[in-house]
């Protein structure tokens, strides 16, 4: 027995070696590409991160050992592997962008002179150098070790593993998202949403007519936005100081969130579900529809991930505009909601043969890693976070970075406003969901809490949409402060947008 486990190891040494030669290599080389940057500020932090990288590496190796069984496999795969990881692990390091389901859509869809663009001659050289490298790797291996005795047997082993490692959320999901495992489940998800658009929702009927030719209905999707940490409503930090300057404004502060995750709130939010008929989200189509049979040109400009529960209702809009599209909540660099102004502009232009325009912004806003969407010159309360893991800061730190969001939001709102101004335009404004910021000892937005639900929700109007729509304008400041579920939205906007449809349920409208 002794002798043949002896006998068994030096015939794998070589394989072991080359195998755990390669893991290090591409951990050092790919995978440090999603770690470099990330803020390590104590000894947890560093545990983490080091716990993450340890789980790639793992799942890197087993990955190697698979394509390496044998060595036809292993001369074409990982060439090829090689090149296409170094190319996002280039575009990680240069530009802090990585591949997500949104870069794929964009790679595919977006007309070829925004690619090329991206083709640069260091890109290129990167890529080569890899390459050349990998080939030299492949073919060492092709001469100097065999395949592996029993090779389907490791292969089936090693699939099982990687299969077990995805499916294991504490390992899937740092795992997942992270190189080189991202550009697989991205694709993944990005072909999962293809999947999904191509579900055929019944449309909506009856008659659907709009009142006017000329109006702007702006919805902003919040993120993670308490109302009660707005100055608005009582808060007492300057958190919206625009907001409060402004006259066509109203709050409502008492709206309660259905869910506290953006990935089932937004669907919940964007369809006719409400909360004893919640699978609408999943089988309707959204307030979207309702719009462009009204006569609506419709824009959905996302600052966020595209996630599968609604990447329907994006792709119902008649433009579909990314910004960020690289990022992933994975890289913790900065990703700003003005961003989004830019593409506001030219949604607002373009409509010149159609002055009826919907445009649904989907803001980043106080999404958790908050240092990263405000500025560092906006950060007006200090000490700021100064650690991802969450107990490792005070609740000070939290709050202040958490109301620096919200000033940034401010401005932000502001921008969108000013654009508006003098047009007969309406924006209307519902965070997805809250958060606890130490309540309880409780942080961010895993349970379910009275902070959780409490969506911040703030409409304006310009002075033209409120001389023409007095009675809406007037119901409204008279339902402000009724409490209302996330279900008013879908009604709502409608309303607000002068369409007569059969699916207005005047319960839910807060312009009745
Ligand atoms: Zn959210």
């Not at 560093?46 to 069984?69: D, H, K, L, R, S």
């Not at 290129?124 to 030299?136: V, W």
């Not at 550009?183 to 709009?210: H, M, Q, W």
């Not at 911040?456 to 008279?478: F, G, Q, T, V």
């Amino acid at each position: 027995m002794k002798y043949s486990i002896r006998k068994k190891w030096n015939e794998m040494r070589g394989f072991v070696f080359f195998t755990l030669a390669i893991t290090l290599l591409w951990g050092m080389e790919f995978a440090f590409a999603d770690f470099y940057d990330s803020p390590c500020n104590s000894m947890k932090d560093f545990v983490g991160q080091a716990f993450q990288w340890g789980a790639i590496e793992m799942t890197t190796f087993v990955f190697i050992w698979m394509i390496a069984a044998n060595k036809y496999v292993f001369a074409v795969a990982y060439p090829l592997l090689t090149a296409l990881t170094s190319a996002v692990a280039f575009f990680r390091y240069t530009m802090k962008v990585t591949v997500t389901p949104m870069t794929i859509d964009l790679t595919f869809t977006n007309d070829l002179t925004t690619t090329s663009d991206m083709i640069t001659l260091p890109l290129i050289l990167f890529i080569l150098i890899n390459l050349i490298a990998a080939i030299f790797i492949a073919r060492w291996r092709f001469i100097r070790l065999d395949n592996l005795k029993w090779q389907w047997i490791h292969i089936i082993v090693c699939m099982a593993l990687i299969y077990g490692i995805f499916h294991n959320g504490r390992l899937g999901i740092p795992v997942s998202n992270r190189l080189p495992f991202n550009i697989y489940a991205s694709l993944n998800e990005y072909l999962g949403n293809k999947r999904i658009v191509a579900d055929k929702r019944p449309a909506f009927g009856g008659k659907t007519t709009c009142g006017t030719d000329s109006i702007d209905v702006v919805f902003i999707i919040g993120e993670t936005l308490r109302a009660d940490h707005m100055q608005i409503n009582g808060y007492a930090r300057p958190t919206t100081p625009l907001l409060a300057k402004e006259k066509n404004v109203v709050s409502l502060p008492d709206i309660e969130s259905e869910y506290w995750f953006t990935h089932e709130s937004v669907p919940y939010i964007m369809t006719r579900a409400d909360h004893n008929t919640k699978d609408r989200a999943y089988t309707e189509r959204s307030f979207i529809d309702i719009f462009k049979r009204a006569g609506y040109h419709t824009s959905w400009i996302s600052n966020q991930e595209s996630v599968p529960t609604f990447i329907y209702f994006m792709k119902e809009a008649d433009k579909l505009t990314y910004v960020n599209g690289g990022k992933s909540l994975y890289i913790y660099d900065s990703w700003l909601d003005d961003d989004v102004l830019p593409p506001l502009d030219s949604a607002l232009t373009n409509g010149k043969s159609n002055s009826r325009n919907l445009i649904v912004i989907h803001s980043i806003g106080s999404h958790w890693w908050y240092n990263a969407h405000y500025p560092k010159s906006a950060a007006r309360w200090k000490p700021e976070l100064t650690s991802r893991v969450i107990t490792e800061n005070s609740r000070q730190q939290f709050i202040n970075s958490y109301d620096n969001t919200v000033l940034y939001s401010d401005s932000f709102w502001h921008q969108v406003r000013e654009r508006l101004r003098h047009r007969n335009a309406i924006v209307i404004y519902l965070s997805d969901h809250g958060e606890n910021l130490g309540e309880d000892g409780q942080y961010t937005h895993a349970n379910d809490t009275k902070e959780v639900r409490n969506a911040a929700c703030w409409i304006w109007c310009s002075d033209k949409y409120k001389s023409r729509y007095p009675e809406k304008y007037a119901a409204l400041e008279r339902n402000a402060k009724k409490k209302y579920n996330t279900a008013f939205l879908f009604h709502s906007i409608i309303d607000a947008g002068d369409i007569s449809t059969p699916y207005i349920d005047k319960k839910y409208d807060v312009f009745k």
